[in-house]
């Protein structure tokens, strides 16, 4: 899973990136309008693990990760005429956006429309998208009704089937609304996945807190769904992601922070994707797999291995809050609460799976 911070050059993006991944990339207060990308791996907190490392005194504990790319090169004017090469790859390929706004005020970082306004600032990029992906829709559309014409009865039927989404997104996105809020079918989504509309991806909006928050810095308005909002201090959470762990957490007591952003980013991130964490223990490790909410044994078998997936015979569950009220998968065993699941099960949050396969 990968999200892309984006937001106006001297938003606060790379220092969120930095505060989120424990990096130590440049900041800056000159604005960047080049493109630029920096990508981290980083885990997902998962206590859980802990647990059952001790439990089944396994070998080695593997986190499920999740990735950050701090795209820079995003500002008003960038949806003129549609966007090509690296910068479109990047922004067509995350899961989600995390949309950094600038909040804090400053006399040595300059904002590149000089006040602090936070709805322009959302509106102004979220603008830019609608614009790109109607310029998506229109192009896909000239193709589609060229190949009608061209090729009239032995037109592709497949391709002639787009047309009525299409037309329906174009009159979404002219009247100035994001994709996201379409209703759209899974066959729907399937359809278009293959263009990367930006409008349509979850985004979680970051407000970029100064040392001072006042209430009307963090009062935002946006309609549409498959969205939330937040607010982080940035540079603050840097510094503290560069502090060794004990000295991080008197800085976060005397700070008054409870949750580090970088976990609670994680967090609505997981919950605004529609994802969650199956597990797995032994001796050997202890390890969290993320899978969409609703995907079954099979599909979560095969985010372990194909292998897995094409023999698998049966899933062995026990839920992660069963096996610590007994203790161990013996005891759990011995009472017979452990449940025999077929390639149809719907995997719970937190389920602890033993998959049985042949050969
Ligand atoms: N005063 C203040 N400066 C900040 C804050 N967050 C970021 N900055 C500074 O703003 C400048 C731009 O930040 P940067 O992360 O490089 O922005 P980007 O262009 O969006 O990547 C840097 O000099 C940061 O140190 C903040 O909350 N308060
Ligand atoms: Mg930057």
Do not use: C
Request: glycine share 8%; net charge negative.
């Amino acid at each position: 899973m990968r999200l892309g911070i984006m937001g106006l050059p001297n938003s606060g993006k790379t220092t969120l990136f930095n505060a989120l991944t424990g990096g130590n990339y440049a900041t800056s207060a000159v604005s960047s309008k080049q493109f630029e990308v920096n990508t981290a791996i980083v885990n997902v907190p998962d206590p859980r693990l802990d647990v059952l490392e001790a439990m089944y005194q396994s070998k080695k504990k593997v986190y499920t990760t999740i990735t950050f790319s701090d795209i820079a090169g995003l500002d008003k004017g960038i949806g003129q005429g549609g966007l090509t090469g690296p910068l479109r790859n990047e922004l067509a390929s995350v899961d989600g956006f995390v949309h950094v706004i600038r909040t804090f005020r400053s006399d040595t970082v300059p904002h590149p429309y000089v006040t602090v306004d936070i709805q322009r600032d959302l509106e102004i990029l979220d603008g830019e998208f609608l614009l790109l992906d109607l310029v998506t829709v229109e192009k896909r559309l000239e193709r589609l009704h060229n190949e009608t014409r061209i090729k009239g009865k032995n037109a592709d039927k497949a391709l002639l089937d787009e047309i009525p989404l299409l037309e329906r997104m174009k009159t979404h996105l002219e009247a100035e609304k994001a994709l996201r809020d379409l209703d759209l079918t899974p066959a729907e989504i399937r359809l278009t996945g293959g263009f990367g509309f930006l409008s349509l991806k979850p985004v979680l909006i970051v407000l970029n807190l100064g040392d001072e928050v006042k209430p009307e810095d963090t009062a935002i308005r946006y309609s549409y769904k498959n969205a939330v909002h937040v607010g982080i201090q940035a540079a603050l959470e840097a510094e503290l992601a560069q502090l060794a762990p004990d000295d991080r957490t008197m800085f976060m007591e005397e700070y008054g922070v409870t949750e580090l952003s970088a976990d609670k980013v994680i967090r609505l991130a997981y919950e605004l994707l529609h994802v969650h964490s199956f597990l797995t223990a032994g001796e050997k490790e202890v390890r969290a797999w993320t899978i969409p909410v609703g995907a079954t044994a099979w599909e979560a078998a095969g985010e372990i291995h194909s292998d897995i997936q094409q023999r698998f015979i049966r899933a062995e569950v026990i839920p992660y809050d069963v096996l610590v009220a007994e203790g161990s998968e013996k005891a759990v065993k011995a009472i017979g609460k452990m449940r025999l699941e077929s390639k149809d099960y719907v995997v719970q949050n937190g389920d602890v799976i033993v998959f049985r396969h042949s050969g």
